[in-house]
């Protein structure tokens, strides 16, 4: 009986230290704080973070000012925002970032409105 116990235990801690592993290479930011602003922000609100999120990282990457993107990331966000299903807006409301569904829509708009591509 206490074999099966101890088989019990090693089979439950090799399963907590899985989840622990799976959940630390997510692509989820460690450091992330969910707004709680955004389970009421209206479409306008989600859709001007969208723009400003936009022009902060793509101005990180591309080296250039904040200001010099915001027509393509006012592009983006309009685009991105219109596309999204009332399940993706509400994922996006919920975790603060796009659901698989939505990022595949998202990097359309990204292409559409001559963005650069996010690093993987």
Same mark, same amino acid.
């Given at each position: ?24 290479? %997510? ?11 955004? @389970? ?10 969208? %723009? ?7 101005? @990180? ?10 027509? @393509? ?9 219109? %596309?999204? %299903? ?18 595949? @829509? ?15």
């Amino acid at each position: 009986m206490t074999s099966i116990l101890r088989v019990l235990l090693t089979v439950a801690a090799i399963a907590t230290g899985s989840a622990a592993a799976f959940a630390a290479a %997510s692509n989820m930011p460690t450091q992330y704080q969910l707004d709680p602003a955004l @389970k009421t922000a209206s479409m306008a609100d989600l859709r001007a973070r969208v %723009s400003e999120a936009c022009t902060i990282t793509q101005a @990180k990457a591309q080296n250039v000012t904040e200001i010099s993107l915001s027509r @393509k990331c006012d592009c983006y966000a309009g685009r991105t925002m219109r %596309s999204l %299903s009332a399940d993706e807006v509400q994922a996006y409301r919920d975790t603060g970032v796009f659901n698989d569904t939505a990022r595949g @829509k998202a990097l359309a708009a990204i292409d559409s409105c001559k963005l650069q591509r996010p690093q993987l």
